[in-house]
C-alpha cells in the first residue's frame, strides 16, 4: 500500500503546486489592473490638455480659412459703397 499512498502523495503536491501558481497568477493580474488603472487616470487629464492645444491651434487656422473666403468673395477688400457702387 505504500505505493499508493505515494501517488497520493504526489497527486496532493500537484494540487497544490497548481493552486499555488494560480493563486500566484492571479495576484499578478490584479497587480496588473491596478497599474492600467492609475495609468488611465493619469493619462486622462494629459489627453484633455492635449485636445485643448489641438483646438487652440485649430482656432487660428479657421479664422484665417474664413478671411481667405471672404477675400474670395471680395477680393478688393473693400464692400460694394467703397468701390462707388449702391449698398
Same mark, same amino acid.
Given at each position: ?16 503546486? /497548481?493552486?499555488?501558481? @494560480?493563486? #500566484?497568477?492571479?495576484?499578478? %493580474? &490584479? ?5 492600467? +488603472?492609475? *495609468?488611465?487616470? /493619469?493619462?486622462?487629464? @494629459?489627453? #484633455?490638455?492635449?485636445?485643448? %492645444? &489641438? ?5 487660428? +487656422?479657421? *479664422? ?24
Amino acid at each position: 500500500m505504500a505505493p499508493s499512498n505515494d501517488v497520493s502523495a504526489q497527486e496532493h503536491t500537484s494540487a497544490v503546486d /497548481s493552486a499555488a501558481d @494560480l493563486s #500566484k497568477a492571479w495576484t499578478e %493580474l &490584479l497587480k496588473g489592473e491596478k497599474t492600467a +488603472e492609475a *495609468l488611465e487616470k /493619469s493619462l486622462t487629464p @494629459l489627453e #484633455k490638455k492635449i485636445d485643448d %492645444l &489641438l483646438a487652440s491651434l485649430e482656432e487660428p +487656422e479657421q *479664422l484665417a480659412d474664413a478671411g481667405a473666403a471672404s477675400e474670395q468673395t471680395n477680393p478688393e477688400g473693400g464692400s460694394s459703397e467703397d468701390q462707388g457702387g449702391k449698398p
